[in-house]
């Protein structure tokens, strides 16, 4: 149980280009979601919180306008990075906590390799 | 100080070896506490959850939080060649709503 996807795996593009991640809890409902970021050889470093239903809360440091986060249902939240750079190339993770139980743990998706030329 | 320190390895163990993990934290405020297991170009895949101090089993896993040294460790007993993978710890306080504070990780490789 508690499986998370995460879509696509794996993006090239241009520069400028404006690129979505979806997120998706396939066995549990979620009202909260988090996307993560996280360079080689590092820890993973928290973006912002997606809650369902209302806007998402960012990190210090992390421009709202750049990264696009809506979570319109209980399963589904999405990261747009838009006019990507080269800089925004990273490894991109979603995480989602059930929504049901008290306390409940993270559960992370396989994660986005971006890769912006 | 970091929130939370864990050394990030390599480590190198042969196969059917005792594997000790560890991280330690300053926030007293942690209650929640987790292990995380990541393989190369994967999403972290959740190993063990505790809440507040004691030991807890699963399997060949033993994960133990000791909340007076602020000090977590994970035990792998048995290990195997698919246990290599980088090993991460975070922790959560209570009523944080879920923000976990990683460490950076330690990368485990079990030889066969």
């Known amino acids: 149980g508690a499986v998370v996807s995460q879509h696509p795996s794996w993006v090239i593009c241009k520069s400028g280009t404006s690129v979505k991640i979806e997120c998706r809890s396939l066995d549990f409902q979620a009202t909260t979601m988090f996307w993560y970021r996280q360079f080689p050889k590092q820890s993973l470093m928290l973006m912002a919180t997606?809650?369902?239903?209302?806007?998402?809360?960012?990190e210090q440091g992390v421009e709202k306008d750049k990264f696009l986060i809506n979570h319109a249902s209980l399963t589904l939240s999405t990261l747009t990075v838009t006019s990507a750079h080269p800089e925004d190339s990273s490894f991109y993770i979603c995480s989602a906590r059930p929504t049901v139980g008290a306390n409940q743990p993270q559960h992370f998706g396989d994660g986005t390799r971006l890769s912006i030329l | 100080q970091k929130e939370v320190e864990q050394d990030p390895g390599p480590l190198s163990v042969p196969e059917g070896a005792i594997v000790s993990l560890n991280c330690t934290y300053s926030?007293?405020?942690?209650?929640?506490f987790m292990w995380y297991r990541q393989y190369s170009r994967k999403g972290p895949e959740l190993l063990m959850y505790t809440y507040s101090s004691g030991n807890k089993e699963d399997g060949r896993f033993t994960a133990q939080v000791d909340k007076s040294s602020k000090y977590i460790s994970l035990f792998i007993r048995d290990s195997q060649p698919s246990d290599s993978a980088t090993y991460l710890c975070?922790?959560?306080?209570?009523?944080?709503?879920?923000?976990?504070?990683f460490g950076k990780g330690t990368k485990l490789s079990v030889k066969p």
């Open positions: 975070a922790m959560s306080a209570r009523g944080s709503q879920g923000n976990l504070i």
């Open positions: 926030n007293s405020a942690f209650q929640y």
């Open positions: 997606s809650n369902e239903g209302s806007k998402a809360t960012y």
